[in-house]
Protein backbone atom coordinates (compact mmCIF):
# COMPACT_ATOMS: atom_id res chain seq x y z
CA UNK A 1 0.00 0.00 0.00
CA UNK A 2 1.44 3.30 -1.02
CA UNK A 3 0.78 6.35 1.63
CA UNK A 4 1.31 9.98 1.53
CA UNK A 5 1.62 12.83 3.80
CA UNK A 6 -0.34 15.48 3.00
CA UNK A 7 -1.21 18.72 4.43
CA UNK A 8 -5.53 18.91 4.36
CA UNK A 9 -5.61 23.01 4.84
CA UNK A 10 -3.06 23.19 1.55
CA UNK A 11 -6.06 21.41 -0.08
CA UNK A 12 -8.32 23.54 1.75
CA UNK A 13 -6.46 26.70 0.57
CA UNK A 14 -6.49 26.20 -2.90
CA UNK A 15 -10.14 25.00 -3.45
CA UNK A 16 -10.85 27.94 -1.99
CA UNK A 17 -8.09 30.35 -3.67
CA UNK A 18 -9.38 28.76 -7.18
CA UNK A 19 -12.79 29.95 -6.47
CA UNK A 20 -11.86 33.33 -5.99
CA UNK A 21 -9.95 33.24 -9.09
CA UNK A 22 -12.38 31.46 -10.62
CA UNK A 23 -15.11 34.12 -9.94
CA UNK A 24 -15.32 37.24 -12.45
CA UNK A 25 -15.37 39.54 -9.41
CA UNK A 26 -11.86 39.48 -8.64
CA UNK A 27 -9.60 41.66 -10.01
CA UNK A 28 -6.29 39.78 -8.28
CA UNK A 29 -3.67 38.65 -11.04
CA UNK A 30 -4.53 35.38 -11.86
CA UNK A 31 -1.00 34.41 -12.90
CA UNK A 32 1.13 31.28 -11.03
CA UNK A 33 3.44 33.34 -8.83
CA UNK A 34 0.34 35.50 -7.59
CA UNK A 35 -1.59 32.49 -7.15
CA UNK A 36 1.36 30.78 -5.51
CA UNK A 37 2.42 33.80 -3.07
CA UNK A 38 -1.47 33.97 -2.03
CA UNK A 39 -1.61 30.77 -0.66
CA UNK A 40 2.02 31.04 0.93
CA UNK A 41 0.60 34.32 2.77
CA UNK A 42 -2.90 32.30 4.16
CA UNK A 43 -0.88 28.99 5.02
CA UNK A 44 1.35 30.91 6.97
CA UNK A 45 -1.85 32.42 8.87
CA UNK A 46 -3.28 29.15 9.05
CA UNK A 47 -2.16 26.23 11.23
CA UNK A 48 -1.19 22.55 8.89
CA UNK A 49 -3.14 19.55 9.31
CA UNK A 50 -1.48 17.01 8.07
CA UNK A 51 -2.48 13.64 7.29
CA UNK A 52 -1.43 10.21 6.09
CA UNK A 53 -3.38 9.13 3.94
CA UNK A 54 -3.67 6.22 0.92
CA UNK A 55 -1.90 7.51 -2.65
CA UNK A 56 -4.55 8.84 -4.37
CA UNK A 57 -7.72 9.42 -1.95
CA UNK A 58 -9.80 12.01 -0.91
CA UNK A 59 -10.71 13.57 2.13
CA UNK A 60 -13.67 13.05 4.03
CA UNK A 61 -16.26 15.57 4.51
CA UNK A 62 -15.75 15.31 8.47
CA UNK A 63 -12.31 16.04 8.24
CA UNK A 64 -12.57 18.84 6.63
CA UNK A 65 -15.87 20.27 8.13
CA UNK A 66 -13.59 19.91 11.37
CA UNK A 67 -10.68 22.02 10.32
CA UNK A 68 -13.67 24.51 9.05
CA UNK A 69 -14.58 24.49 12.54
CA UNK A 70 -11.38 25.63 14.20
CA UNK A 71 -10.12 28.07 11.40
CA UNK A 72 -11.62 30.31 9.08
CA UNK A 73 -9.54 29.34 5.80
CA UNK A 74 -12.23 31.73 4.00
CA UNK A 75 -11.40 34.75 6.02
CA UNK A 76 -7.24 34.16 5.82
CA UNK A 77 -7.77 33.26 1.96
CA UNK A 78 -9.36 36.50 1.33
CA UNK A 79 -7.07 38.51 3.28
CA UNK A 80 -3.73 37.14 1.17
CA UNK A 81 -5.76 37.83 -1.96
CA UNK A 82 -6.39 41.63 -0.88
CA UNK A 83 -2.40 41.45 0.31
CA UNK A 84 -1.16 40.23 -3.46
CA UNK A 85 -3.17 42.31 -5.22
CA UNK A 86 -2.12 45.42 -3.85
CA UNK A 87 1.90 44.35 -3.84
CA UNK A 88 2.15 41.77 -6.61
CA UNK A 89 5.98 40.64 -6.57
CA UNK A 90 5.38 41.71 -10.31
CA UNK A 91 5.09 45.04 -12.70
CA UNK A 92 1.17 45.58 -13.11
CA UNK A 93 -0.45 43.87 -16.28
CA UNK A 94 2.95 41.96 -15.92
ZN1 LIG B 1 0.59 38.00 -11.08
Not at 10 to 31: G, H, Y
Not at 74 to 89: E, F, G, M, S, T
Amino acid sequence: MQIELRNLMEELVFQRLDEILASEQSDVCRCESCRMDIAAVALNELPSRYVVTQRGATYSKAEVLQIQRYVDVVAAVNKAVNLVRKNPRHEPNN
